[in-house]
């Protein structure tokens, strides 16, 4: 007889098999088959729990299966789910006046995914580039740093300084800058009259966690002012509480011209990104200029809409901010040769290795924590924002573990 733990070590098993043989390579994932989830926990195949300090790389912010966003999509499912833009649908104004009013931001574009914003945001510059700053046509650049990740479109890697993400993928789309973060004469060495954007993440996320150095937001903010260059915000990963602020930029104080926001804004149930600027802005769209079938539809409206309540009513920025402050401190506390940096705000958090962070991610796992490594060494750390002071504690005395066993 088969007892339960060997057959659903084997339905793992076979789980792994058929993603691998049926699905394109593109991703090495942990061997952990998850089943389930709630709050800060998934389970796999075998009922192990897991705290999940990967989080869908920030857009679980709220938690697994959160009962109000997950009420909010079964019951919009059941009355309207997509209708596409060529008719007015119920549910759209009310999102769109509660995005921009969370965002502080005049109008939004909504899209799905969040390279979908970027792109967005791409043409939205280049528009404004030439029909407001004057360009000479078709000579608009956008100024975008190292190790950034805005997404992987065709467009998107044109501007990655990541050989990976760009080998043989060419020919790359013209019109990108790529400087240095943290580097205010580099950027302002660039600055010309044929800059329409300077586009950035105000904390590199897939880059590493990185931070940059303080100040650099709002000096390379005024540049932007200086030289009449719009300065674009991508806090499709930083945004909606997860550095302990509702975005990453209110640290600095900065209203950014176009924000780009998604992951967190769908619950961790739903696609839903958007693109937020001032109204004249993005009245340079007009009919036909831009659009997407599934952009604004009245299931992604409905999620999108809890998972902002949530992250209001539930105080997560807040929560970030402190469970964030304690972590990164007990974090910093561990003394072990191999880590070489611990950075990061509220509850987006990096351990740095002097080598390969994945052997770390492995023993982690086995002392039941979700984690994984990002360009390598960094180990990035960034549960649901609904994490307790006890889970804290949890996961640094797992890390503490898992550094012996690694
Ligand atoms: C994840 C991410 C994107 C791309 O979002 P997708 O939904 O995967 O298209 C863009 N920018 C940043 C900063 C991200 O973290």
Known sequence: MTTSLEHTDRLAAECIAKERRYGAPNYAPLDVVIARGEGVFVW???????LDCISAYSAV???????????ALIDQSSRLTLTSRAVCNDRLGTFLEQLTRYCGQEMALPMNTGVEAVETAIKLARRWGYRVKGIPTERARIIVCADNFHGRTTAVISASSEPQYRADFGPYLPGFTIVPFGDLDALRSTLDETVCAFLVEPIQGEGGVNVPPSGYLTKAYALCREHDVLFIADEIQTGFGRTGARFALDHDGIAPDVLL??????GGFYPVSAALASRSLLELFGPGDHGSTFGGNPLACEVARA???VTVEERLAENARDRGDELLHRLRAVRDERIVDVRGKGLLIGVEFDRSARPFAEALLA???LAKETHECVLRIAPPLVLTQ???SRIASAFESGLVAA
């Open 44 to 50: 796999d195949t075998a009922g192990n729990r897991y």
């Open 61 to 71: 912010n709220q938690g697994h299966c959160h009962p109000r966003i997950r009420e």
């Open 261 to 266: 926001v998604g992951k967190a804004l769908g």
């Open 307 to 309: 998972a902002i309540a």
């Open 367 to 369: 002392h039941g924590i």
């Open 390 to 392: 006890e889970q804290v």
